[in-house]
């Protein structure tokens, strides 16, 4: 679905990556876990669009689209959703999901707003409220769930348990859990190991702008040793 090749970026003369390669398989979750400052939402930026690589090739569904902007890459089924961000603070919960509906029903439907609305039970009981009335995780949930209306392949999440009371990360993490099983594909950058852990197939562990190891989760999680040199936990 997605390989990343010998991948350079950063923001102006500031270099933030440097040759990160990669491959995500169609259906795989993939974690990407390191410390603060390490890149990870910078890739994550590289691979969608907002950061554009100096050096490198991103290759999506056998596409390269390293050079496309940030639209076209969605357009291509490839959606970012970046902590929280992107919702209409002024909308209504439901206007916002039927305003992203909207914008891509001219792609094969794979989730409507009603499935959007079952996955997040909350949601819909704040189906009126403005977007930005709702809690930290009602906006992380809807951030979600506007992102899944894009139809993508592939979701890109950027610390999507961040912040979030212990209740609603078990939700978060129960609904990455259900996409992982029916095939989506996606990678998670989470700071919570456990969030990580729990959802994905395996995870890639960044030094200073390039990955240092990739391990299957459960193996990972067995071996303290590694979290500690390279995570500091």
Request: glycine letters at 12%; aromatic letters at 4%.
């Amino acid at each position: 679905m997605l390989e990343v090749r010998n991948l350079s970026a950063g923001y102006a003369q500031f270099s933030v990556l440097d040759g990160v390669g990669f491959t995500v398989g169609d259906g795989e979750f993939l974690g990407i876990l390191g410390r603060n400052g390490v890149g990870k939402t910078t890739l994550l930026k590289a691979i969608s669009g907002p950061v554009q690589p100096s050096a490198g090739q991103v290759i999506f569904g056998g596409v390269d689209v390293s050079r496309w902007n940030t639209s076209e890459i969605a357009r291509a089924g490839l959606a970012l959703v970046l902590d929280r961000k992107g919702i209409f603070r002024t909308l209504s919960v439901m206007e916002n999901l039927q305003l992203a509906a909207r914008l891509h029903r001219h792609k094969k439907q794979r989730w409507s707003v009603d499935d959007v609305l079952g996955m997040f039970p909350r949601l819909s009981e704040r189906s009126r409220a403005p977007g930005g009335g709702l809690s930290g995780g009602e906006q992380q949930m809807l951030a979600i769930a506007r992102a899944l209306l894009c139809q993508p392949r592939m979701l890109l999440l950027d610390e999507p348990t961040e912040g979030l009371a212990p209740k609603i990360v078990d939700e978060v993490v129960d609904l990455l859990r259900r996409l992982r099983k029916i095939g989506l594909t996606a990678i998670v950058v989470d700071q919570r190991l456990e969030t990580v852990f729990d959802t994905c197939d395996e995870a890639i562990v960044m030094g200073r702008g390039v990955p240092v190891l990739r391990r299957n989760c459960r193996a990972l999680r067995d071996q303290p040793e590694l979290l500690a040199e390279h995570l500091g936990v």
